[in-house]
Structure formats: structure tokens, C-alpha cells
């Protein structure tokens, strides 16, 4: 079945996919249409190969139903979690599988963005504290291949005019000089101005259309006289993104359905979640739900240092913290929850979240 056909009868247009039907397989593709709706690239492999045998249990929630499992000639273990809701109860646009692999997509196109700038020698800078939603999605888009273009076009123009300015003493005194710098100059106005000039204006364009015609943010509503407002956020300071913090590696996607079910040994099998003795989460047996394969992080050592790095670049990146997260979704450093994200695209982004930075007790 496609997920993705069947997402798309149920909610029409107002609809926006989020899975791929591309294998993942090499690094993804990072324009600025790719983060403004990013999807999940497949894992490669089906459930077919799983041996359940061996599987365990690891964990189950809200969300939904995660193991650990081996697929066949494969002596790595993965974590394989299955999302207990396949459509939005409510809303086409925020639930757990949509919110999962939207952050897995972004993630992974922000640290394959950030290996290309330093193969090129061309650091990611950004502002650090994020004021507003428009402010942290420009961060987002700063990973974006035509940012990154626009990024280079102004260093060269930088380049550029700082060679014409060693130009100018160089005229009388020494001809051969002066005519290497002319070379110089040229080379460096064709290699990179003549390329971008036009793909940047249109950037440009659309960015000053995209903050001039945005409606009220969801984020900052419209301020009664005499009610309380939060305190303006510190004011932002300039950080260069060269790195990216451990990291679960995500796999991708798979379909899962009935027949997965029905092949697992007993104890092992997702029937339902339930609070206080009443089912909140059960599997449709008729229908196929969202899996993504990650990872198996077995340790759950942390310490403040690592999830507060973490939590840094998250926020210099554009994302928050839910409000729920908690010290069991972190292991070795690495968050293992990528619910727990929240990014500048997600209705519950806010603003006033980019501080809560450390929640492990000490």
C-alpha cells in the first residue's frame, strides 16, 4: 500500500507528504524546497528480513511500540519503532510519525550540509538565539544549498573588492604585479559572480516577500493592553556551525502492517497502550502503519555536558525541546526520542523555549 497516495486521498490539498519512496542511499538532497517540506527517504530493507525470534522489547509509549532487532545477515542490532496513530486524528498537519520524520529528514540534511561547507572550507554561520519562528527558520535555511551559494557569492564579492583595493599601490610600482592581481580579480568575478548573481536575487527576493507577507506567528499573538509579557530573549551572538553533535543514526522508513504482527512471537506483540486501565493507542489491523529503523544506542549514560551541547545546536539550528522530554530519551549523549523535537515548521514551535537547556540532575 501506498502511505503516501492514502494520506493524500483522505486529506486532499491541504495534505503535505512526508515520507519518500526514494531509498536511503547516499547523502540527501539539500535544496531549500527539500527543508521546507522535508521527507523521509525509505529504509532499503523490509520487515520480511527481520528475525523475531530474537527481537525484545524495548519500550513502549504514548507514540508507540519500539524493538530491538536483527534483520537477516545482519549482526548489528537496530531499534525499530512502530507509531501507533497512521492518520491525524485532528489536524493533517502535527502527530508523532509526521513530526519524527520530518526531524530525521532536517537532521540529515543539515549534517550533510555541514560536511560539504567544510570540504569547501566554508563555515555555516548563524545567529545563536533565535528570537522569533522567522528568525529560527532562516537558520534552518542558512544549510540550504542556496543560501549557502548566496553565503559564498558574498565572500567573493568581499574577495573581489579587497583585491582591487591591493590594487591601487601596486599600479606604479610594480607593473607585473598589478597585472597578476587583474588576472585575479577577473578569475574570481567569473568562477563565482556571473554563475549566482541570478540564483541569489531570487533568493533574495523570495526571503524579503517571505518576511514581509508573513500573517500573525502562532508563536507571538496579539498582546492585550495591561497583560503580562515574557522578557525579550538575549540578544543573539554570531556562532559557526562546523560540527554536528552525536547524533542517532536514522535509517528511514517502512511500512507495517497486520501480517508483521502476525509472524511475532506473543509476548512481543503491540496490542495496545493503555493509562489507568483504559486502551489510549491500539494498532489497526486492517491498515499499515509508519516504522522508522534507528540505531540501538544499549547505554544510558549521560551527563550534563553532552545533552547541553546537544540541546545547543538543536536551538542555534532552529528547533526546541518539547516541554515533555525526559532523561530516559537520552542515551550516551544522543537523544533517541526525535519527538521530543520541535521545529521552526512545527505548529507547538515557540520561542520562549530556546533556554531550557539542561534537564539532568546533577
Same mark, same amino acid.
Request: glycine share 6%; net charge neutral.
Given at each position: 500500500?501506498?502511505?503516501?497516495?492514502?494520506?493524500?486521498?483522505?486529506?486532499?490539498?491541504?495534505?503535505?507528504?512526508?515520507?519518500?519512496?526514494?531509498?536511503?542511499?547516499?547523502?540527501?538532497?539539500?535544496?531549500?524546497?527539500?527543508?521546507?517540506?522535508?521527507?523521509?527517504?525509505?529504509?532499503?530493507?523490509?520487515?520480511?528480513?527481520?528475525?523475531?525470534?530474537?527481537?525484545?522489547?524495548?519500550?513502549?509509549?504514548?507514540?508507540?511500540?519500539?524493538?530491538?532487532?536483527?534483520?537477516?545477515?545482519?549482526?548489528?542490532?537496530?531499534?525499530?519503532?512502530?507509531?501507533?496513530?497512521?492518520?491525524?486524528?485532528?489536524?493533517?498537519?502535527?502527530?508523532?510519525?509526521?513530526? &519524527?520524520?520530518?526531524?530525521? @529528514?532536517? /537532521?540529515?540534511?543539515?549534517?550533510?550540509? #555541514?560536511?560539504? $561547507?567544510?570540504?569547501? +572550507? !566554508?563555515?555555516?554561520?548563524?545567529?545563536?538565539?533565535?528570537?522569533?519562528?522567522?528568525?529560527?527558520?532562516?537558520?534552518?535555511?542558512?544549510?540550504?544549498?542556496?543560501?549557502?551559494?548566496?553565503?559564498?557569492?558574498?565572500?567573493?564579492?568581499?574577495?573581489?573588492?579587497?583585491?582591487?583595493?591591493?590594487?591601487?599601490?601596486?599600479?606604479?610600482? &610594480?607593473?607585473?604585479?598589478? @597585472?597578476? /592581481?587583474?588576472?585575479?580579480?577577473?578569475? #574570481?568575478?567569473? $568562477?563565482?559572480?556571473? +554563475? !549566482?548573481?541570478?540564483?541569489?536575487?531570487?533568493?533574495?527576493?523570495?526571503?524579503?516577500?517571505?518576511?514581509?507577507?508573513?500573517?500573525?506567528?502562532?508563536?507571538?499573538?496579539?498582546?492585550?493592553?495591561?497583560?503580562?509579557?515574557?522578557?525579550?530573549?538575549?540578544?543573539?551572538?554570531?556562532?559557526?556551525?562546523?560540527?554536528?553533535?552525536?547524533?542517532?543514526?536514522?535509517?528511514?522508513?517502512?511500512?507495517?502492517?497486520?501480517?508483521?504482527?502476525?509472524?511475532?512471537?506473543?509476548?512481543?506483540?503491540?496490542?495496545?497502550?493503555?493509562?489507568?486501565?483504559?486502551?489510549?493507542?491500539?494498532?489497526?489491523?486492517?491498515?499499515?502503519?509508519?516504522?522508522?529503523?534507528?540505531?540501538?544506542?544499549?547505554?544510558?549514560?549521560?551527563?550534563?555536558?553532552?545533552?547541553?551541547?546537544?540541546?545547543?545546536?538543536?536551538?542555534?539550528?532552529?528547533?526546541?525541546?518539547?516541554?515533555?522530554?525526559?532523561?530516559?530519551?537520552?542515551?550516551?549523549?544522543?537523544?533517541?526520542?526525535?519527538?521530543?523535537?520541535?521545529?521552526?515548521?512545527?505548529?507547538?514551535?515557540?520561542?520562549?523555549?530556546?533556554?531550557?537547556?539542561?534537564?539532568?540532575?546533577?
Amino acid at each position: 500500500m501506498d502511505m503516501e497516495k492514502f494520506f493524500g486521498q483522505l486529506y486532499g490539498s491541504t495534505y503535505h507528504p512526508f515520507l519518500s519512496e526514494d531509498l536511503m542511499e547516499g547523502p540527501p538532497s539539500c535544496t531549500k524546497a527539500d527543508f521546507k517540506h522535508p521527507r523521509l527517504r525509505r529504509y532499503p530493507f523490509d520487515l520480511e528480513t527481520v528475525n523475531w525470534d530474537e527481537a525484545i522489547v524495548l519500550g513502549v509509549g504514548l507514540d508507540g511500540h519500539v524493538w530491538r532487532v536483527r534483520f537477516q545477515d545482519d549482526e548489528t542490532y537496530y531499534a525499530l519503532k512502530v507509531f501507533w496513530i497512521n492518520r491525524p486524528p485532528q489536524s493533517p498537519h502535527e502527530y508523532s510519525a509526521r513530526i &519524527e520524520c520530518q526531524n530525521n @529528514a532536517l /537532521l540529515q540534511m543539515v549534517e550533510t550540509a #555541514v560536511q560539504n $561547507a567544510n570540504m569547501m +572550507g !566554508e563555515p555555516i554561520v548563524l545567529g545563536d538565539r533565535p528570537e522569533n519562528r522567522l528568525v529560527a527558520r532562516h537558520n534552518l535555511f542558512s544549510f540550504c544549498d542556496e543560501y549557502r551559494g548566496r553565503a559564498r557569492q558574498k565572500r567573493l564579492q568581499r574577495f573581489a573588492k579587497q583585491a582591487e583595493q591591493a590594487l591601487e599601490p601596486a599600479k606604479d610600482t &610594480e607593473p607585473v604585479l598589478e @597585472a597578476e /592581481l587583474v588576472k585575479m580579480v577577473e578569475k #574570481v568575478k567569473q $568562477a563565482g559572480l556571473a +554563475g !549566482e548573481v541570478k540564483q541569489v536575487k531570487q533568493v533574495e527576493h523570495r526571503e524579503r516577500t517571505e518576511y514581509t507577507e508573513q500573517p500573525n506567528r502562532v508563536d507571538e499573538p496579539e498582546r492585550k493592553p495591561g497583560s503580562f509579557r515574557l522578557p525579550p530573549p538575549p540578544v543573539s551572538k554570531p556562532v559557526k556551525i562546523d560540527s554536528v553533535p552525536p547524533l542517532v543514526r536514522c535509517y528511514g522508513w517502512l511500512p507495517f502492517g497486520s501480517k508483521d504482527i502476525r509472524k511475532m512471537p506473543r509476548q512481543i506483540q503491540p496490542y495496545a497502550y493503555e493509562r489507568k486501565g483504559v486502551t489510549v493507542r491500539r494498532l489497526r489491523d486492517s491498515e499499515e502503519h509508519v516504522a522508522i529503523v534507528y540505531e540501538y544506542v544499549p547505554g544510558d549514560k549521560n551527563t550534563i555536558e553532552d545533552v547541553d551541547q546537544a540541546i545547543f545546536f538543536f536551538h542555534c539550528v532552529g528547533f526546541h525541546m518539547n516541554a515533555f522530554t525526559h532523561e530516559r530519551n537520552w542515551r550516551e549523549g544522543k537523544l533517541i526520542d526525535y519527538s521530543d523535537l520541535m521545529s521552526p515548521f512545527s505548529v507547538g514551535w515557540s520561542r520562549h523555549r530556546w533556554h531550557a537547556r539542561s534537564f539532568l540532575k546533577s
